[in-house]
């Protein structure tokens, strides 16, 4: 996609036409007494048989009695970055409150050396020269004079993340400028995860270290490199009334709730079960509950 890298394909059994993944509301025009949410997130928001946010909404009609709809924009492989940018799918159905989950591929390293927004400024001053050289048949000589002569890309083993954490920063706190602009409440995510400090399985340092170039060091660190990108999210919360903090991270990190950890997760350790998916949609519905059930 030339403006997210990728989009969710339109029209399979998990999305409708408008790549959203279902189900979404029946039109965009948004009835009366209607409450509606958007989604952005990752795979942790896309991949499962009934996602978070629709036990969510059935949590709300059961006890509510009220109709809650669900715009769910998330895409696997997606952070923050691109989640700014698919905000624009989302407005059109007019939400009352944007949810935020976000944390994972942010924090992977970049497979092409280069970080998102990199990727992203690049392609736009490559766009605008071929606009400009287009038709020069001696620019595309060069150009691939160039390409031939061009060292390789950096090592994935240097490779930066693909949104580092001020980066981060600045992704979310756009969404939530986005969000309240709109009039819109946002609710910020902290990701769980079922990875420990110290306890990271064998499994991870051959399959991380294959698909990332990560070193050992780097594997035992994703924990606490986890645990900061958290952090950059309750930091953002806090920082606007118009925000919501769900610490799902923070309260499934006690002694007692670690022992669900096999419930919760898959055996990735970071997408979520069923049960997890049941769990994160009852500490949302007690904090709609808390704070936006009036709106």
């Given at each position: 996609?030339?403006?997210?890298?990728?989009?969710?394909?339109?029209?399979?059994?998990?999305?409708?036409?408008?790549g959203?993944r279902l189900?979404?509301?029946?039109?965009?025009?948004?009835?009366?007494?209607?409450?509606?949410?958007?989604?952005?997130?990752?795979?942790?928001?896309?991949?499962?048989?009934?996602?978070?946010?629709s036990?969510?909404a059935?949590?709300?009609?059961?006890?509510?009695?009220?109709?809650?709809?669900?715009?769910?924009a998330?895409?696997?492989?997606?952070?923050?970055?691109?989640?700014v940018?698919?905000?624009?799918?989302v407005?059109?159905w007019?939400?009352?409150?944007?949810?935020?989950?976000?944390?994972?591929?942010?924090?992977?390293k970049?497979l092409?050396?280069?970080t998102?927004?990199?990727?992203?400024?690049?392609?736009?001053?490559s766009?605008?020269?071929?606009t400009?050289?287009?038709?020069?048949?001696?620019?595309?000589?060069?150009?691939s004079?160039r390409?031939?002569?061009s060292?390789?890309?950096?090592?994935?083993?240097?490779?930066?993340?693909?949104?580092?954490?001020?980066d981060?920063?600045?992704?979310l706190?756009?969404?939530?400028?986005?969000?309240?602009?709109?009039?819109?409440?946002?609710?910020?995510?902290?990701?769980?995860?079922?990875?420990l400090?110290?306890?990271m399985?064998p499994?991870?340092?051959?399959?991380?270290?294959?698909?990332?170039?990560?070193?050992?060091?780097?594997?035992?660190?994703?924990p606490?490199t986890h645990a900061?990108?958290?952090?950059?999210?309750?930091?953002?919360?806090?920082?606007?009334?118009?925000?919501?903090?769900?610490?799902?991270?923070?309260?499934?990190?006690?002694?007692d709730?670690?022992t669900?950890?096999?419930?919760?997760?898959?055996?990735?350790?970071?997408?979520?079960?069923?049960?997890g998916?049941?769990?994160?949609?009852?500490?949302?519905y007690?904090?709609?509950?808390e704070?936006?059930r009036?709106?």
């Amino acid at each position: 996609d030339p403006e997210l890298f990728w989009r969710p394909i339109a029209n399979t059994p998990f999305t409708g036409i408008d790549g959203l993944r279902l189900a979404t509301p029946a039109t965009r025009s948004k009835p009366d007494g209607v409450y509606r949410a958007g989604i952005v997130g990752d795979s942790c928001s896309f991949l499962g048989m009934e996602l978070y946010p629709s036990r969510f909404a059935n949590l709300v009609r059961e006890s509510e009695g009220r109709e809650v709809e669900i715009i769910n924009a998330s895409c696997p492989g997606y952070t923050s970055f691109q989640g700014v940018g698919r905000l624009s799918d989302v407005w059109p159905w007019q939400p009352d409150a944007i949810i935020v989950y976000f944390g994972w591929n942010d924090h992977w390293k970049s497979l092409n050396g280069q970080t998102d927004r990199d990727v992203k400024q690049r392609q736009l001053l490559s766009d605008a020269a071929r606009t400009w050289l287009g038709k020069s048949r001696l620019y595309w000589c060069l150009y691939s004079f160039r390409a031939r002569l061009s060292p390789p890309a950096s090592s994935p083993r240097r490779a930066p993340v693909r949104v580092p954490p001020e980066d981060y920063r600045k992704n979310l706190v756009t969404i939530l400028r986005q969000a309240e602009e709109r009039g819109c409440a946002t609710i910020f995510i902290t990701a769980p995860s079922a990875f420990l400090e110290g306890q990271m399985p064998p499994w991870a340092y051959d399959f991380f270290g294959q698909i990332y170039r990560m070193s050992p060091p780097e594997v035992e660190q994703i924990p606490v490199t986890h645990a900061r990108y958290n952090d950059v999210v309750r930091e953002v919360a806090r920082s606007s009334p118009n925000a919501l903090l769900l610490d799902v991270a923070g309260q499934w990190s006690s002694p007692d709730e670690i022992t669900k950890q096999p419930e919760r997760f898959r055996g990735d350790r970071i997408h979520l079960t069923e049960r997890g998916h049941q769990d994160i949609a009852e500490q949302l519905y007690r904090l709609w509950t808390e704070k936006l059930r009036r709106l």
